[in-house]
């Protein structure tokens, strides 16, 4: 007989054997296939959410500006689609934060219902073509319609033919945290919309530009609507394009092309060039005399940001001339005999013209460095006259109005330029006049429809146009007339009013650049416009196109990858099938200690034919090469099978993921997805682990004698442990215990275990329980092996006690597997169940509401003496015994444990001084995991966030913002391991990117998910976003008071409030929903465990039938045998669990004193309680073997 053949005929003849044995070796198989099948189906429902709420749409560009449409038309002519790298482009206008109201009427009452925080689309009818699904039939809205999809309309209670209200933000020129900026009529309503359609939230009816397993709700209107709605003929906000591939999204290469083959011209910029001409008409001539031309370049929002006039000097070189010019609230003459200071101070009162002099009010002061031939301060030789930081020069109105003359000093009164607690503050300076300056009277006045006409040469400080355009107060009539948004409290003369008829907004007084931008430049920008020597305005305003692509910045106008990021984001931001893994390595473990006792049973039943086959002669390394060719075919078989199963099992989890532990995923979103790859790794690592535990079991039994298996014993003889032995086996038990306890404690640590990653963090807490339970089996096996000495018999009263356990001691290598398999369930389940989460005070910061906003609220409610201004006082005395902080916010992903994608933008919450002061006194504060508070800021570490005051952190490598983050967001989220000090980066959607330091990180709180930077910070590096958006307030009455008043007041600004005890534990619920689903791989193991349990008693009732028959005979009861067998059971099942409750104990106590674990609560010890009857009801299968066994037979084979 051949090999081959041998090995085909003993698989057959042991098939019963062999078939536990391949089941033991699917059970490993399938949780391996299935927990990387868990990973495949993540991704894979990620991918397709993105390539569903995205379609065919690669890229889109969204400015804060609006853009001519036609630029659309351009583009689809240029380099990236003249070499097909994209196919179709169309306009849109997009708005990520409008509000939609709806009433509902039940009865005599109505009830108004408000959504946030939509996302509203100004379309052409093509967008629909960039879905993935074609359309019967169109649902673009027609003129006064509207289309939503499916959550949004649950969330307004309204169907289709009902009226909504959109408001959205309006479009101003001025920013509200300047003082010129109103910041009221914000908000652009739009009524009686009719809902057209209501369409499913799939494909573009999820569309949205963050990356996030939640549906947005959205809203869609006709561009050309919302064009006519808005004031934006044929202009729009955004660009969306297409590769025409759903799956497959243009490369780097192709973005790079498509972006610098984006042409906007100056107007798409927002940016305006006109020409300015100083003209007088000399006598009856009807010829002009031009004194000075040149082309004057400024913005639609009355501020030139600074990247704009960075891009301006590069590409004009010398020839650019920046501008500021400001409103002074008033000038006059420093009265003589006082003190002049040139660092000035806080205007803390009214003026009083009896006291402080003649008061000149309301006028322009330009801050301007003069360049020859352009002036506008030129001396008799035409040289730039050069002003230092303490001087002024003045016009000879305002000279002649104040009785000035050189030497003098003016005071100048003026607002910071950027609002304090949406409040205006009003501050004065004193400079000293080193010149006069003269201007020309005109011969008629300024009209609205005609300039002011000169019969004699104007001077170069006859320049209205060194002042921007504002709406509401360049264009009015009389000062008296001016749009403000602050009360003149200056009396406006006479004189005033007729200089403004005849000079407008001519400034009156002159300071040099420097001075001007630090008084006057704000994060908005510190220049108004900047002037060009007169040539053809073509030529100027080609310089400035051709310099465009090349610029170190967009402008604005910058493409995002939206697909390509999106499919990047679908990696997760945690891999699952590692995670599932690792945990799994338990199960997996005690699927493999069962594969060894079912093979070891199979080798005890053929014992007698290995001993033959010694006996014949066969060499012991035949033998052993035989039975592992065969072992590897049960394998093959068993991880073949372990596959189906392992798929099986996968859907089964993931089922789970979708029903049961759906608050791990926040919503159900998950398809099943089987990827070859994943069954393949599953497949061999199921054959090489279980055939090499097989090979293991089979290296301990090739030691045998073949007398010894030809009595029918499988096993070495127990022989009782030498004290060398002894002596080893604890120098192991030691070690491996040190180094468990070790990993343990460095997992715990809150700055090195946050080092390791999450993976690593994870992997290092099952390493540690691993080797201690490890440590304990030995330690157990090493007991067992030592033998009974009598002092041990004596303290044993009970004889079927010691019965039962004296059996234990029979096999130290069965009893230890066995009680290992259940142990091993044990871990898992206490293990895990320590790290179960409740939500605390200081998670929620001892705040009962936050809230989020869809548009800014300008007042800082954090000031209670604001709330007289902002509430009726009935109200406000209602809330001047709450808390409220406000917050600056930035959009982007959101970054807690609630978002399974990767976040590559988080959002940013600016923190304020208030809510640092606020901390300094509180009661209930938030709980830190770690930070860089030294020891004056450690009772209220938030001061990390103060900084220099006047002083901003710019974002660069060497200089970068301080942040707070929440460490599941670091650690999770954004894998940021390296603790305190960590320096990081993120780039946003212009295209700028801005390094971040970790100072801080707070421990389970309901700000998971941002970053969290001071105020001062947040307003550098986002200068264009005012107010403020997120909210956190208290309710110590809980009874919803002051979340009613807040929701009302602030409904147009969509303020909505919610629990911060239902965010904590939607959040801590994500944790414990995924322990809740590791601890259902503890109750598989419990199933391995039980499997195996029965399995041993079986066999060893086998081993012993004419042991249990001679006690029959010799006159003990059925009854009395059966006691002792399950006492037997009940041994091993007990020293399973307590040493997997030891072992777990021991693990997880570092956590307990330096993380968030807590000790294991009393449904912990339920579960062991349920084990324990598990385990006994096994039992009671071997003891039912036990009265069933035969005994003469058994009597015969003694």
Known sequence: ?????????????????????ALGVAAATAVLTGALLIGDSMRGSLKSLTLGRLGLIDEILVTPHFFRQELVDELETSEAFQQELYRNATAAILFPQGTIESTTETGDSSSINVASN????????????????????????????????????????????DSITLRLPADKQVNADSPLGSQDDRIRSIPRLTVSEIIPATDLGRFSLNSSQQVSLNAYVNLEFLQDELDQEDRANAILVSGGQIESPPGEEASRVLQTSLKPTIDDLGLILTDVSLDWVSGNANDDNTVLQYHSLSSVKMMLDDDTV????????????????????????????????????????????????????????????????????????????????????????????LGITPGDWLRIDYFEPETTHGQTVERWIDLQVVEIFKITEPDRPY????????????????????????????????????????????????????????????????????????????RFGSHTT?????????????????????????????????????????????????????????????????????????????????????????????????????????????????????????????????????????????????????????????????????????????????????????????????????????????GLFVIGMGLAIAAALPGFGSSLGSEGQAGAFVGAGFLVLTALLLKIRAYLRGGWNADSIQKISLPLSWLASRNAGRNPGRSTLTIGLMAMASFLIIAMGAFKLAPSDQGRGGFDYWGLSSMPIYEDLAEKNLHNAVFENEVAQKLAAETILCLRYKPGDDASCSNVYQAARPRVLGIPQSFIDHYDQAETRFSWGANTADESQSSNPWHILDGDVGHS?????????????????????????????????????????????????????????????????????????????????????AGGETRAILENRFRDQGLDLQSTQSLLEELLAVQNTYISAFQSLGALGLLLGTFGLATVQLRSILERRGELALM???????GRLAQMV?????????????????????????????????????????????????????????????????????????
């Open 953 to 1037: 952190h710019a974002g660069t490598e060497s200089d970068p913002v301080p942040v707070v983050i929440d460490k599941n967001t670091a650690m999770y989220s954004l894998k940021l391991y390296g603790g305190m000090e960590q320096v990081f980066d993120i780039t946003y959607e212009d295209g700028d990117t801005v390094h971040f330091k970790v100072v801080g990180l707070l421990a389970n709180s309901i700000l998971q998910g941002s970053l969290l930077v001071s105020e001062q910070d947040f307003k550098t590096l986002f200068p264009h976003i005012s107010g403020y958006r997120y909210f956190l307030t208290t309710d110590p009455g």
């Open 447 to 522: 009209s609205r429809r005609r300039k002011a006409v000169f019969d004699q040469p104007p001077t170069l400080l006859n320049d209205p146009d060194l002042t921007p355009e504002v709406p509401g107060v360049t264009d009015q009539d009389s000062i008296n007339d001016w749009d403000l948004p602050f009360a003149t409290v200056n009396r406006i003369r006479g004189q005033d009013d007729n200089y403004w008829n005849n000079h407008r907004t001519t400034p009156k007084a002159f300071v040099n650049l420097k001075l001007g931008r630090k008084l006057w430049g704000s």
């Open 530 to 734: 900047i002037r060009i020597p007169f040539s053809q305005q073509l030529e100027v305003a080609g310089k400035l196109q051709n310099a465009i692509p090349t610029a170190d910045t967009t402008l604005g106008m910058t493409f995002m990858p939206v697909k390509r990021d999106g499919l990047k984001a679908a990696s997760g931001s945690t891999p699952f099938d590692g995670l599932f893994l690792g945990l799994s390595l338990f199960v997996i473990a005690s699927a493999l200690m069962l594969i060894v006792v079912l093979f070891r049973l199979g080798i005890q039943q053929r014992a007698t034919q290995l001993g033959l086959l010694l006996a014949l002669g066969l060499k012991r390394k035949h033998i052993s090469r035989l039975l592992i060719q065969e072992a590897s075919i049960v394998s093959a078989l068993g991880a073949g099978l372990g596959v189906v199963i392992g798929i099986g099992y996968g859907k089964l989890m993931l089922t789970g993921l979708s029903t049961w532990w759906v608050d791990a995923i926040v919503t159900s979103f998950l398809d099943f997805h089987i990827t070859f790859r994943s069954l393949a790794i599953g497949y061999l690592l199921g054959v090489i682990i279980s055939a090499g535990t097989i090979a293991w079991a089979i290296r301990k039994t090739s030691r045998i004698t073949a007398r010894r298996l030809l009595s029918g014993h499988a096993e070495e003889s127990t022989a009782i442990a030498s004290g060398k032995n002894t002596n080893t086996n604890s120098r192991w038990v030691l």
């Open 1112 to 1118: 029959k005979a010799t006159g003990f009861r059925p």
């Open 118 to 161: 939509i996302l509203v689309l100004g379309i052409h009818d093509d967008f629909w073509s960039f879905g993935q699904t074609e359309r019967e039939q169109s649902i673009q809205p027609g003129n006064d319609e509207i289309v939503i999809n499916q959550p949004l309309a649950e969330e307004l209670n309204v169907k289709i033919g």
């Open 1126 to 1198: 399950l006492c037997e059971n009940i041994v091993l099942l007990c020293a399973g669990l307590v040493t997997g409750v030891l072992a777990a104990l021991f693990a997880v106590l570092p956590h307990i004193l330096f993380a968030d674990a807590s000790p294991p609560g009393v449904d912990l010890f339920v579960m062991l309680l349920v084990i324990m009857v598990v385990g006994v009801v096994s039992g009671l299968l071997a003891v039912r073997a036990t009265l069933r066994a035969p005994l003469i037979p058994a009597l015969r084979g003694e």
């Open 310 to 401: 960075t891009f301006a000097e590069t590409a004009l070189g010398s020839d650019a001339q920046p501008v500021m010019t400001y409103l002074a609230n008033a000038m006059m003459k420093v009265p003589d005999g006082e003190t002049p200071s040139i660092q000035g101070g806080i205007l803390g009162k009214k003026r009083d013209p009896e006291k402080d002099g003649e008061i000149v009010p309301y006028s322009m002061i330009t801050a301007i460095d003069s360049q020859a031939g352009l002036g506008p301060l030129l001396d008799a030789n035409g040289d730039p006259v050069l002003i230092q930081d303490d001087e002024v020069v003045i016009n000879s109105w305002l000279a002649e109005d």
């Open 1 to 21: 007989m051949n090999n081959k053949r041998f090995i085909l005929r003993s698989l057959v003849h042991h098939w019963r054997i062999n078939l536990t044995v």
